[in-house]
């Protein structure tokens, strides 16, 4: 008898495996190598701070202290960053039907660098406006690349949103390479941005999380209809979906996403490609799969990037932006490797 | 069932499609033959409401422009010519993606959506294929399987563009029986587009000839298979006799035209 044939899903263990890997990074990144204290202090101490009652983990307060005002807010955002890069790199794959797609496909990336660098240049002295200007640049690149596409070719087509991606980003990095031109002395901190950081404290995290909340809600809730958009427009009509629409929710959630990340935490790149990927490899490749293992690989994997960030150079501290590339590129290459199928 | 009158389509600067009518009713099956380009595919997507075309459409009294698109998709159910398979999706989901049109926008499919995708994927013989994916297929699995789509939307009319085009003899069969079952037990209505002119007068009821994107014969399938029909329009030396149940039976001719 043949296995009983089930759509696919997430399936619970699956889910459970994800999460307890996302927990064990999380670990990993609130001890950060300390040598005096233990594992299950910090255990002990997480479940201290949580509302049921009080646990004593046996930690000074300095110790406490810098476990909750430094390290905690700091794996807390990198795994929100990590989690929404990677789902809104799965969305955008899913929205063009191209593995290789990644959130800043559509200018979010150029928006916020050249809005990141204006701010930086006009508003030396106020380091709170980044953020700011790092969501409404994003959000900016997105929608000139999406009234672009739109207006230049048939309404909702994904070639031409992608060329129209492809133009938008290359125009506004023009103007931001040439604002950095004129204000050399910036450069560092624009670099410094652009690679990425995740440690911005409680404020950042809070900053990030409504954003955050809303758009994974909305994107894990259309994993069926991007399953559905995969087999193209005109099918997908015959189908009775009007892929434009779902194409433009999706789109939104996941720019929303990408913009909320790089507002927290710069640029950081190959999250949003990886980590989609790992899933489809090692889960499935239905949407109602990928993207909710990709939320909470993501996590784990910045989570991950950021402790290694942190200790390989210690006390210096890497961009968490150079970690991802560096360490990502070649698990990604050794994933592909042991998921080899014969491709013809 | 199907009345649809006077029918143009333009693509880019051509006119594919010029003031073709076609009337199908209740349970019948409609066979739509043509030379390459005729205008066979254009229809059907027409029909579907895929491509902007001029003329009236009714489907089931009702004019095809105003079906809201998931009443259409349950109304209709389409397959493809060239389908886009998504290579790493499996089977099942992929036959699932049928229900699409009874599934709530964010909802998950039911039970019985499981159940119906099932029950057509066994009568289609994939029932031990469920849990491959798309892309591992042969051509003919592959097209069953967009075949086990179209039938999974459960819809009363069914448009099959070449559904048998990469099927061998026993599979060709097979599904042209089905989908004749279906009709007779269901009263489905049919229309496909075929280029086997023999299989295509032995299922269908009625046949509709276009050639450059006009309807030149439309009626039974022994009056519109003529030699001198078929010779003129596809360019073919051919023989046509009838068949042992009346129906005429097409042989090519070697050494022409
Ligand atoms: N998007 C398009 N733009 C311009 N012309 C098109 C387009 N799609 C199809 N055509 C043309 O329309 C004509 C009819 O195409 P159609 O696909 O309906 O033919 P068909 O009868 O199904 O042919 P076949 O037997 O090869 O499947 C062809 O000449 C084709 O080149
Ligand atoms: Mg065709």
Redesign the pocket.
């Given at each position: 008898m043949v296995t009983r044939a089930r759509p696919s899903r997430a399936r619970p263990l699956w889910v459970a495996c994800a999460l307890g890997v996302l927990a064990a990074s999380m670990l990993a990144g609130l001890l950060d190598g300390a040598a005096d204290i233990s594992p299950w202090q910090v255990v002990l101490q997480v479940a201290d701070w949580l509302p049921f009652g009080h646990v004593d983990s046996g930690l000074a307060p300095v110790e406490q202290g810098l476990l909750f005002e430094l390290r905690l807010p700091r794996v807390l955002v990198a795994a929100v960053v990590g989690g929404l890069l990677a789902v809104a790199g799965a969305a955008y794959q899913g929205v063009f039907r191209n593995p290789l797609a990644d959130p800043y496909l559509l200018g979010a990336a150029a928006g916020a660098g050249l809005a990141t660098t204006a701010a930086i240049v006009l508003l030396p002295s106020s380091a709170a406006s980044i953020p700011l200007a790092a969501f409404v640049g994003a959000l900016g690149g997105v929608f000139l690349a999406y009234t672009l596409g739109n207006t230049a070719g048939r309404a909702g087509g994904t070639a031409t949103l992608v060329l129209a991606g492809v133009a938008v980003t290359s125009f506004l990095t023009a103007i931001q390479t040439f604002v950095q031109q004129f204000n050399v002395e910036e450069l560092q901190r624009v670099y410094a941005w652009i690679l990425g950081d995740v440690g911005g404290g409680w404020e950042q995290l809070w900053l990030v999380l409504p954003y955050a909340a809303v758009s994974s809600v909305v994107l894990l809730l259309h994993g069926r209809m991007l399953d559905v958009l995969s087999v193209g427009d005109e099918e997908a009509a015959g189908l009775g979906v009007r892929a434009a629409r779902v194409r433009f929710t999706v789109l939104l959630a996941a720019s929303l996403a990408t913009a909320a990340a790089v507002a927290v935490s710069g640029l950081i790149g190959f999250v949003g490609i990886v980590v989609p990927h790992v899933v489809r490899r090692l889960a499935g490749g239905s949407y109602r799969i990928v993207l909710p293992l990709s939320l909470i690989g993501g996590a784990a994997f910045l989570v991950l990037a950021d402790l290694v960030a942190r200790t390989v150079l210690a006390p210096a501290e890497l961009p968490i932006g150079v970690v991802t590339m560096f360490v990502g590129a070649p698990f990604f290459v050794g994933v592909l490797r042991m998921t080899r199928r014969a491709v013809t | 069932m199907i009345r649809a009158q006077d029918v143009s389509v333009r693509?880019?600067e051509?006119e594919?499609l010029s003031g073709v009518g076609l009337h199908v009713r209740r349970g019948e099956w409609t066979a739509v033959i043509?030379p390459?380009?005729?205008?066979?595919?254009?229809l059907l997507k027409a029909l579907m409401g895929l491509v902007r075309h001029r003329g009236e459409i009714l489907l089931d009294s009702r004019p095809a422009a105003t079906l809201k698109p998931r009443a259409r998709a349950r109304l209709v159910a389409y397959a493809p010519?060239a389908p886009a398979l998504p290579p790493e999706m499996t089977v099942f989901d992929y036959a699932l993606l049928g229900r699409t049109p009874y599934i709530p926008y964010l909802g998950r499919e039911s039970a019985h959506d499981r159940e119906v995708t099932e029950s057509v994927l066994d009568r289609l013989d994939l029932g031990e294929l469920a849990m491959r994916r798309v892309g591992e297929l042969s051509g003919g699995e592959r097209q069953r399987v967009v075949l086990a789509r179209a039938l999974a939307q459960e819809a009363p009319v069914l448009l099959l563009d070449?559904p048998t085009t990469a099927l061998d003899l026993g599979h060709q069969q097979q599904v042209l029986e089905l989908v004749d079952r279906l009709r007779r037990a269901d009263g489905l209505t049919v229309v496909t587009?075929l280029?086997d002119l023999t299989v295509a007068g032995l299922y269908a009821d009625a046949l509709l000839l276009?050639a450059g994107g006009r309807a030149v014969a439309a009626g039974e399938p022994s009056q519109v298979l003529t030699e001198e029909a078929v010779g003129r329009h596809f360019d073919a030396h051919v023989k046509i006799e009838p068949g042992p149940d009346g129906r005429p039976v097409v042989h090519l001719v070697r050494g022409g035209p």
């Open positions: - | 693509l880019g051509r594919v043509g390459n380009g005729a205008g066979k595919s254009t010519q070449e587009t280029h276009l």
